[in-house]
C-alpha cells in the first residue's frame, strides 16, 4: 500500500498544496485539496484515483494521469525538543 492509496483527499489540510506533474508534458501545478474536492462526485477519493484522474490543464496536451507531490503538509513537520 502506498501513501496515496493511505490518504484521502478530505484527510488533507487547507494548508496542504498538492504538486502534480503531468506524465506526458512534465507540465508542473499546484491544486488546493479543497478546489479538488470541487471536481470530484464523492468525499471519499484516494490521492491514487485522483492521480489517476486528473488530466493536465496544458490546452496542447490535457493527457489523463499525472504524478502528485504533496508539498506543504503541517503535519509531517520535524520534531523540535531534545534531551535536559
Known sequence: ???QEDIALRDLDDTALIE???IRCLHVWLQSPVHLLLKVDH???RLDEVAENLACPK???RHVG?????IKNE???GFVG???
Not at 499525472?66 to 504533496?70: C, D, K, Q, S
Open 59 to 61: 490546452r496542447d496536451c
Open 75 to 77: 503535519d509531517t513537520s
Open 1 to 3: 500500500m502506498t501513501w
Open 82 to 84: 531534545g534531551m535536559p
Open 66 to 70: 499525472v504524478r502528485l507531490t504533496l
Open 43 to 45: 468525499r471519499d477519493v
Open 20 to 22: 502534480a506533474t503531468c
